[in-house]
């Protein structure tokens, strides 16, 4: 079993920035890919961006290409997302996400993770 804990969610501007982050905690040597997905009321999760635990290739959705970046640091077993540029659309709950399946890449459907945090606020107002 893998635990999921994200932190760094809150209240900001449009334009602002946000750090998330998700510590990893319990089997996580198993782990071969994180990703960060969100939900916003009334719609589907969606893919924001992922990560491979062994050469760290970052993989994003198009909507936020070049104001996100994600990164992990291995040591600490904790995954980040540095959320800049921040628009009313990108209003969600965020979820951490980890896989143990030997996928290769970062996978986009939510369908592949077998373990979930419990999510973090984001809401950016105009």
């Known amino acids: 079993q893998v635990q999921l804990v994200e932190s760094g969610g809150g209240l900001v501007q449009a334009g602002g920035s946000l750090r998330l982050s998700c510590a990893a905690s319990g089997r996580t040597a198993s782990s071969t890919i994180m990703g960060w997905f969100r939900q916003a009321p009334g719609k589907e999760r969606e893919f924001v961006a992922g990560i491979t635990w062994s050469v760290g290739s970052p993989y994003y959705a198009d909507s936020v290409k070049g104001r996100f970046s994600i990164s992990r640091d291995n040591a600490k077993r904790t995954m980040f997302l540095q959320m800049s540029s921040l628009k009313p659309e990108d209003t969600a709950v965020y979820y951490c996400?980890?896989?143990?399946?030997?996928?290769?890449?970062?996978?986009?459907?939510?369908?592949?993770?077998?373990?979930w945090g419990q999510g973090t606020q984001v809401t950016v107002s105009s």
């Open positions: 996400a980890s896989s143990n399946v030997m996928y290769y890449r970062p996978r986009t459907s939510a369908s592949a993770y077998e373990y």
